[in-house]
Nanobody, 121 residues
Framework: QVQLVESGGGLVQAGGSLRLSCVAS????????MGWFRQAPGKEREFVAT???????GYADSVKGRFTISRDNVENTVYLQMNSLKPEDTAVYYC???????????????WGQGTQVTVSS
Protein backbone atom coordinates (compact mmCIF):
# COMPACT_ATOMS: atom_id res chain seq x y z
CA GLN A 1 0.00 0.00 0.00
CA VAL A 2 1.00 3.56 -0.73
CA GLN A 3 -0.58 6.49 1.06
CA LEU A 4 -0.64 9.84 -0.73
CA VAL A 5 -1.46 13.17 0.87
CA GLU A 6 -1.78 16.33 -1.23
CA SER A 7 -1.51 19.90 -0.01
CA GLY A 8 -1.03 23.38 -1.37
CA GLY A 9 -4.35 24.07 -3.02
CA GLY A 10 -6.24 27.30 -2.53
CA LEU A 11 -7.79 30.36 -4.13
CA VAL A 12 -5.68 32.43 -6.49
CA GLN A 13 -6.33 35.12 -9.07
CA ALA A 14 -5.84 34.46 -12.76
CA GLY A 15 -2.18 34.82 -13.65
CA GLY A 16 -1.06 33.72 -10.22
CA SER A 17 0.87 30.68 -9.06
CA LEU A 18 0.46 27.76 -6.69
CA ARG A 19 2.67 24.83 -5.78
CA LEU A 20 1.02 21.54 -4.92
CA SER A 21 2.81 18.87 -2.89
CA CYS A 22 2.08 15.20 -2.50
CA VAL A 23 3.83 13.22 0.22
CA ALA A 24 3.98 9.45 -0.18
CA SER A 25 4.42 6.82 2.50
CA UNK A 26 4.27 3.07 2.77
CA UNK A 27 6.55 1.84 -0.02
CA UNK A 28 9.75 2.81 -1.78
CA UNK A 29 8.76 6.06 -3.41
CA UNK A 30 11.49 5.96 -6.06
CA UNK A 31 9.97 2.78 -7.54
CA UNK A 32 6.80 4.60 -8.56
CA UNK A 33 5.85 6.68 -11.54
CA MET A 34 3.89 9.63 -10.17
CA GLY A 35 1.12 11.58 -11.82
CA TRP A 36 -1.11 14.58 -11.25
CA PHE A 37 -4.70 14.55 -12.42
CA ARG A 38 -7.57 16.99 -11.99
CA GLN A 39 -11.33 16.91 -11.99
CA ALA A 40 -13.54 19.94 -12.53
CA PRO A 41 -17.23 19.94 -11.51
CA GLY A 42 -19.29 17.95 -13.97
CA LYS A 43 -16.25 16.74 -15.89
CA GLU A 44 -14.23 13.56 -15.98
CA ARG A 45 -10.90 13.29 -14.25
CA GLU A 46 -8.13 14.27 -16.66
CA PHE A 47 -4.39 13.82 -16.88
CA VAL A 48 -2.21 16.83 -16.02
CA ALA A 49 1.40 15.65 -15.71
CA THR A 50 3.54 12.63 -14.99
CA UNK A 51 7.10 12.06 -13.83
CA UNK A 52 9.03 8.84 -14.28
CA UNK A 53 11.29 7.17 -11.78
CA UNK A 54 14.40 8.87 -13.13
CA UNK A 55 12.71 12.22 -13.73
CA UNK A 56 11.38 12.13 -17.28
CA UNK A 57 8.22 14.21 -17.54
CA GLY A 58 5.08 14.48 -19.63
CA TYR A 59 2.31 17.08 -19.68
CA ALA A 60 -1.16 17.62 -21.00
CA ASP A 61 -1.20 20.12 -23.85
CA SER A 62 -3.40 22.45 -21.80
CA VAL A 63 -0.70 22.96 -19.15
CA LYS A 64 2.53 22.74 -21.16
CA GLY A 65 4.77 25.70 -20.53
CA ARG A 66 2.82 26.72 -17.42
CA PHE A 67 3.04 23.71 -15.07
CA THR A 68 6.15 21.85 -13.91
CA ILE A 69 6.17 18.47 -12.20
CA SER A 70 9.14 17.44 -10.09
CA ARG A 71 9.98 14.87 -7.45
CA ASP A 72 12.25 14.51 -4.45
CA ASN A 73 13.01 10.85 -3.83
CA VAL A 74 14.63 11.65 -0.48
CA GLU A 75 11.59 13.52 0.83
CA ASN A 76 9.16 11.10 -0.88
CA THR A 77 7.37 14.06 -2.40
CA VAL A 78 6.10 15.01 -5.82
CA TYR A 79 5.37 18.64 -6.66
CA LEU A 80 3.31 20.48 -9.22
CA GLN A 81 4.36 24.09 -9.77
CA MET A 82 1.51 25.90 -11.48
CA ASN A 83 2.17 29.30 -13.04
CA SER A 84 0.04 31.62 -15.17
CA LEU A 85 -3.08 30.03 -13.77
CA LYS A 86 -6.35 30.39 -15.65
CA PRO A 87 -9.95 30.06 -14.46
CA GLU A 88 -10.22 26.86 -16.49
CA ASP A 89 -7.53 25.31 -14.25
CA THR A 90 -10.08 25.30 -11.41
CA ALA A 91 -10.48 21.71 -10.23
CA VAL A 92 -9.70 19.22 -7.52
CA TYR A 93 -6.13 18.06 -8.11
CA TYR A 94 -5.11 14.51 -7.29
CA CYS A 95 -1.74 12.85 -7.18
CA UNK A 96 -1.42 9.19 -8.06
CA UNK A 97 1.20 6.46 -8.12
CA UNK A 98 1.85 3.43 -10.29
CA UNK A 99 4.47 0.74 -10.71
CA UNK A 100 3.57 0.67 -14.39
CA UNK A 101 4.63 3.01 -17.16
CA UNK A 102 2.08 5.62 -16.13
CA UNK A 103 0.83 6.24 -19.64
CA UNK A 104 -2.79 5.39 -18.93
CA UNK A 105 -5.19 6.53 -16.21
CA UNK A 106 -6.08 2.92 -15.48
CA UNK A 107 -2.51 2.08 -14.51
CA UNK A 108 -2.54 4.26 -11.42
CA UNK A 109 -3.23 2.15 -8.37
CA UNK A 110 -2.93 4.66 -5.54
CA TRP A 111 -4.63 8.04 -5.22
CA GLY A 112 -4.61 10.90 -2.78
CA GLN A 113 -7.71 12.58 -1.43
CA GLY A 114 -7.32 15.64 -3.62
CA THR A 115 -6.75 19.33 -3.03
CA GLN A 116 -8.97 22.11 -4.37
CA VAL A 117 -7.54 24.74 -6.68
CA THR A 118 -9.76 27.70 -7.53
CA VAL A 119 -8.67 30.37 -9.97
CA SER A 120 -10.73 33.54 -10.03
CA SER A 121 -11.00 35.76 -13.09
Amino acid sequence: QVQLVESGGGLVQAGGSLRLSCVASGRTFSNYVMGWFRQAPGKEREFVATIARRGGTGYADSVKGRFTISRDNVENTVYLQMNSLKPEDTAVYYCAATLGAGLRYSEYDYWGQGTQVTVSS
